[in-house]
């Protein structure tokens, strides 16, 4: 999970557009319905994503906000000009007020036990990348960890795979 997506209302599919952690990281502070502060955003995002989601159903909302006053508005120009550009888009500035944000999932930890070699259980399948579960991200997956991840399992499959094709003598002509 992503503690922090843009919500745009119910009923608008698509894509949720991330909001960095960064933000939260330059002093973006998450508020309720009174614009009072209810958690550390800080936090591991199952932390803090509990932490919303608790919020939106004590309050009975569908949302709470970001707010980016805290952080400094050459900031927000320089680092996070896309993230502005979008909210803009959707009819929020984060200069000057809080945007609406739920959160979304953003990357699936699959389902499929794998082993260090991405072997599912049933014999000759391998399963890498989103696909599968590996168990070395824990609750947490660290951001860009999954192309590593991909990659690396990728890797460890292809050659157990390898070592498991038998190889046959061919005749000459």
């Known amino acids: 999970m992503h503690p922090t997506s843009l919500y745009t209302g119910p009923g608008r599919g698509g894509r949720a557009f991330l909001i960095s952690e960064s933000c939260r990281g330059e002093g973006a502070v998450l508020l309720d319905r009174d614009e009072r502060r209810f958690c550390d955003e800080l936090q591991p995002r199952d932390v803090v994503t509990a932490a919303i989601r608790e919020q939106m159903e004590l309050e009975g909302t569908d949302h709470v906000r970001l707010s980016f006053a805290n952080v400094d508005p050459g900031v927000v120009r320089a680092h996070f000009s896309h993230i502005r550009e979008r909210c803009l888009e959707e009819g929020y ?10 959160p979304a999932q953003h990357y699936l930890m699959g389902g499929v036990r794998v082993d ?36 690396v399992f990728a890797r460890r499959a292809a050659r157990a795979i390898a070592r498991e094709v038998p190889t046959f003598d061919r005749e000459e002509p």
């Open 116 to 151: 260090l070699d991405s072997a599912t259980s049933m014999p000759g399948l391998f399963a890498a990348g989103e696909t599968s579960c590996n168990g070395v991200h824990g609750r947490n997956r660290l951001a860009s960890n999954s192309l590593l991840e991909s990659l």
């Open 93 to 102: 500035d984060i200069l000057s007020e809080p945007i609406p944000v739920v």
